[in-house]
């Protein structure tokens, strides 16, 4: 186990400095500067702030000096936001998507699970039919949709809900939802298909056979062994809520770290697009090498090479 360990964390250390070193390079392809679109800039001025911020040195050298910060943490000094450094900016937004990402992977978790079981169970029926037009529209509609809808009718028209911003309790309703719809359909398909293979297997007839009740086959027997490909899909799950889904939150005006990382797109902010990158690609890392080792936890019969 300890080997498999070292072993996860060393690949999951090459893949961050690769994911590093491509956005780095990718972003010095794109056509154009950083202050090409600033207004009335004079040649003179331009060089003065490559120069301030060591765009004028051979690339080489920028990618050398990236690298060695950006170990450290440090991803440099942000081009539109004068005075703030991109690590600030991280540290200061990625609690509010956490925050609503948590939320979100823990509402898809808690509805995704039992409507996949509840499927399963009513193979067939009414039940199962239902949650699969569910989960077949949550995996089909676009995030901006549901959103649209949602502000529309419930904040607009009725006016129940408010349309912006996370100051209160009833502000995380439409966001969690849209946010956490498509996890919840996708949670549910798996947790289905899953289930009846389980229900299936030799095991689950033996334990009829022996006359056990069946919340314990469900919960003893079926749900361990069903929950297995669930736990896969929450590594990159929860990467994706805790992060926040940009769409989501620039619809919403939500001030976390994914509506940051549009305005950067949208404002050439070099620096800020590639820590963010690189943090959000660090986190679905380090999510995946978790669940690799939850997965021997909750099954001790699965071997790790």
Not at 185 to 213: E, F, N
Request: charged letters at 15%.
């Amino acid at each position: 186990m300890a080997k498999y360990i070292i072993k996860r964390i060393a690949l999951a250390l090459l893949t961050i400095f690769i994911v590093a070193t491509l956005t780095f390079f990718l972003m010095n392809l794109v056509p154009g500067g950083p202050f090409m679109g600033e207004k009335s800039v004079t040649p003179q001025a331009l060089a003065a702030l490559n120069e301030k911020y060591g765009l004028d040195q051979p690339l080489s050298t920028q990618y050398v000096n990236y690298i060695k910060n950006a170990a450290k943490g440090d991803f440099g000094a942000s081009l539109k936001q004068r005075g703030r450094n991109v690590s600030d900016i991280i540290t200061s937004k990625f609690p509010v998507s956490a925050r609503l990402g948590g939320i979100s992977a823990l509402t898809a978790l808690l509805f995704g699970i039992p409507l996949g079981s509840i499927a399963a169970l009513n193979r067939g029926k009414f039940w199962d039919n239902f949650i699969i037009v569910f989960s077949t529209c949550g995996i089909a509609v676009p995030s901006f949709v549901i959103c649209t809808v949602c502000m529309y009718f419930f904040g607009v028209n009725l006016g129940w809900l408010p349309t912006f911003g996370l100051a209160t309790p009833l502000h995380y309703i439409m966001p969690v939802f849209a946010l956490a719809f498509y996890p919840t359909a996708y949670i549910a398909r798996l947790m289905r298909s899953s289930m009846l293979d389980v229900l299936g297997q030799d095991y689950m007839r033996t334990a009829r056979a022996k006359g056990l009740s069946q919340p314990v086959m469900l919960f003893k027997h079926a749900l361990r062994n069903a929950v297995l490909p669930v736990i896969t899909y929450v590594g990159p799950m929860l990467a994706y809520t805790l992060s926040g889904s940009f769409i989501v939150e620039k619809i919403f005006t939500i001030p976390g770290l994914g509506g940051e990382f549009v305005s950067s797109i949208m404002n050439r902010d070099y620096t800020v697009i590639m820590g963010t990158t690189i943090f959000l690609a660090t986190l679905l890392i380090i999510m995946n090498v978790l669940v690799d080792i939850v997965y021997k936890l909750i099954d001790p019969r699965i071997k790790l090479k």
